[in-house]
C-alpha cells in the first residue's frame, strides 16, 4: 500500500501559480499510475492530471496548458504545477496511486487504492 502526503496548497490571486508535492512511501511508487484529483465544494471529484510511471500523461482538458505534472521516482515526489490560476480552480487537491493508469484516468474514485489527504487551493479573483 503506498501511502500519500499532499504539500503546496495555499491562497493565490487568479494568475498566479502553485506547485502542489505529492511525497510517496512504498516501493512500488515508480511502477505506480499517479494522479491528481481535485473536489470542489458541491461538486464531484474530477481528474486533473495522471501520469504512468514512464512519464506519459493526460490531462483534463479544462487545465491543459496551464497544469503540468511530473514525477521524481527517485524521491517518490509527483508534483503538480499549476500556472495562471483562475478561481473556478479553487478546490481540495488530492493525490492518487493506483498500480493501473487506466484506473486513475477514468475511475471512478473508489476505485483507486492510494489516497492522499488533500491540501486546499484557493484562487481569489
Known amino acids: 500500500q503506498v501511502q500519500l502526503v499532499e504539500s503546496g496548497g495555499g491562497l493565490v490571486q487568479a494568475g498566479g501559480s502553485l506547485r502542489l508535492s505529492c511525497a510517496a512511501s512504498?516501493?512500488?511508487?515508480?511502477?505506480?499510475?499517479m494522479a491528481w484529483y481535485r473536489q470542489a465544494p458541491g461538486k464531484q471529484r474530477e481528474l486533473v492530471a495522471a501520469?504512468?510511471?514512464?512519464?506519459?500523461?493526460s490531462y483534463a482538458s479544462s487545465v491543459k496548458g496551464r497544469f503540468t505534472i511530473s514525477r521524481d521516482n527517485a524521491k517518490n515526489t509527483v508534483y503538480l504545477q499549476m500556472n495562471s490560476l483562475k478561481p473556478e480552480d479553487t478546490a481540495v487537491y488530492y493525490c492518487?496511486?493506483?498500480?493501473?493508469?487506466?484506473?486513475?484516468?477514468?475511475?471512478?474514485?473508489?476505485?483507486?487504492?492510494?489516497w492522499g489527504q488533500g491540501t486546499q487551493v484557493t484562487v481569489s479573483s
Open positions: 512504498g516501493s512500488i511508487f515508480s511502477g505506480d499510475a
Open positions: 492518487a496511486a493506483d498500480g493501473s493508469f487506466g484506473t486513475v484516468v477514468r475511475g471512478p474514485p473508489a476505485a483507486i487504492r492510494s
Open positions: 501520469s504512468t510511471g514512464g512519464g506519459s500523461t
